[in-house]
T-cell receptor, first 118, second 111 residues
Framework: EAQVTQNPRYLITVTGKKLTVTCSQN?????MSWYRQDPGLGLRQIYY???????DKGDVPEGYKVSRKEKRNFPLILESPSPNQTSLYFC?????????????????FGSGTRLTVV | GQQLNQSPQSMFIQEGEDVSMNCTSS?????WLWYKQDPGEGPVLLIA?????ELTSNGRLTAQFGITRKDSFLNISASIPSDVGIYFC???????????FGPGTRLSVLP
């Protein structure tokens, strides 16, 4: 089954304790992205990656890091989490924007990771 | 960054009623997407629109790409309980650019 898998689904941590949220896709997508979802603000892009070793900042990158060493994986790293990073996080993947079958332009999202930083 | 507005923010309807919601942008877009997010899950693509005036259906859902290219509309006919969720629009100005998402419309369907 084609899917984007995030782990963990739920995480409670303390301020300053480094954490990593993993994301893996099995669709051979070049493009991957991280979003955070907060009430009333919708989905805001944190970082994205056009391909292996190519990453770029989205709209709200502060406090986050990413890496793209392999095509299928795109982990999100919080080096020193703070309470304002409490949120629902989504990973998404797709074929490169602007290429391929028009029906494939949409992103496939993971099921989300609910992070609480206390 | 670019801003998308969705209206209404939330709505409560009776089962069987039709639903209309819209999404507006201050910029001209060349692609609009509509997603639905079920409680506890990630968004799932419903409909994609690629040119002004386009009208596309997916079952009871119909979406339109506004003529001005600054808006899009989603209609749901004869709502059912499983239509409950948050509906997001997303748009982009040019091919190759990232999509920007709206804040969502939360739909509740009363039996």
């Amino acid at each position: 089954e084609a899917q984007v898998t995030q782990n963990p689904r739920y995480l409670i941590t303390v301020t300053g304790k480094k954490l990593t949220v993993t994301c893996s896709q099995n669709m051979n997508h070049e493009y991957m992205s991280w979003y955070r979802q907060d009430p009333g603000l919708g989905l805001r892009q944190i970082y994205y990656s056009m391909n292996v070793e190519v990453t770029d900042k989205g709209d709200v990158p502060e406090g986050y890091k990413v890496s793209r060493k392999e095509k299928r994986n795109f982990p999100l790293i919080l080096e020193s989490p703070s309470p304002n990073q409490t949120s629902l996080y989504f990973c998404a993947s797709s074929y490169p924007p602007g290429t391929g079958n028009l029906r494939l332009y949409g992103y496939t999202f993971g099921s989300g990771t609910r992070l609480t930083v206390v | 960054g670019q801003q998308l507005n969705q209206s209404p923010q939330s709505m409560f309807i009776q089962e069987g009623e039709d639903v209309s919601m819209n999404c507006t942008s201050s910029s001209i877009f060349n692609t609009w997407l509509w997603y639905k997010q079920d409680p506890g899950e990630g968004p799932v693509l419903l409909i994609a629109l690629y040119k002004a005036g386009e009208l596309t259906s997916n079952g009871r859902l119909t979406a339109q790409f506004g003529i001005t290219r600054k808006d899009s509309f989603l209609n749901i006919s004869a709502s059912i309980p499983s239509d409950v969720g948050i509906y997001f629009c997303a748009g982009r100005r040019n091919y190759g650019q990232n999509f920007v998402f709206g804040p969502g419309t939360r739909l509740s369907v009363l039996p």
